[in-house]
């Protein structure tokens, strides 16, 4: 094959201008999981189709595009996750030490009656066949990929002043139950996708208390592990 075979198809690879990235190191460090701060109003279609558009542009292990995302807007539905989640959320709650239970029951977590959209993320672990090139040794690389999406639709929803929450507290039955997922689709994330207007300047469990952040030079090796 000769090496410039597909040289048209290449382009230039030139830094960003100085605002375009500072936009987007603005999207990454004031990127917030929101519990409860979510607006009523309805995302428009065209948007929603965009934040769709920068997660389906997420890499993937050998290009197998994994992911499905379905959309959940009815009232009734989105209920009775928030029924199924609220049982899972007892149950949480009770794995705590008694000291920490009461800061993690006094956390709003309303966001899936509040968001007028939810969306729940999927892999298709055989969308590309049995063997994919990059996973052959190590089988998580698909599930790794649609996390890439998630995070891709949640920096273009903050670009856009869009808030997500990402709800992992269930049982996986009781949503493959709801959404009437096939057995050997996995899912990866109930992503709550509604307008906001105001955000936590740092991270919610932080400012309450739960968690700060680590310093950066504290989890940085150099060559092997645990070498500052």
């Known amino acids: 094959m000769r090496p410039d075979l597909f040289a048209d ?7 960003f201008p100085e605002r375009d990235r500072a936009a987007v190191y603005r999207a990454i460090e004031t990127r917030r999981d929101v519990r409860d701060q979510f607006l009523p109003e309805p995302l428009p279609d065209d948007l929603v189709g965009r934040l769709l558009g920068a997660a ?9 595009q994994p992911w499905n995302f379905i959309l959940v ?6 209920e009775a996750a928030w029924q199924a989640f609220s049982r899972a959320n ?4 009770e794995m705590f030490p008694q000291e920490r239970r009461k800061v993690y029951q006094n956390l709003k977590l309303e966001g899936i009656r509040k968001a007028p959209l939810s969306i729940c993320v999927t892999c298709d672990p055989e969308r590309a066949g049995p063997v994919v090139i990059g ?16 995070q891709n639709l949640w920096l273009a ?3 856009e002043g869009v808030g997500v ?10 949503l493959r139950a709801l959404l009437g997922i096939p057995e050997g689709i996995q899912i990866v994330a109930w992503l709550c996708v509604g307008y906001v207007d105001r955000l936590y300047r740092e991270p919610e469990l932080a400012v309450k208390g739960w968690r700060q952040r ?7 090796f150099n060559d092997k592990w645990g070498r500052a």
């Open 9 to 15: 198809a290449l382009m230039p690879a030139e830094e």
């Open 165 to 174: 929450g990402w709800v992992s507290i269930f049982h996986e039955a009781d």
């Open 157 to 159: 929803a903050r670009a």
């Open 56 to 64: 389906h542009a997420a890499p993937s292990v050998g290009f197998m």
């Open 135 to 150: 996973r052959t040794h190590d089988p998580r690389m698909d599930v790794f990929s649609a996390v890439c999406a998630v």
């Open 73 to 78: 807007r009815d009232p009734e539905v989105r």
């Open 90 to 93: 007892e149950e949480a709650a």
């Open 214 to 220: 680590l310093l950066l030079e504290d989890l940085v």
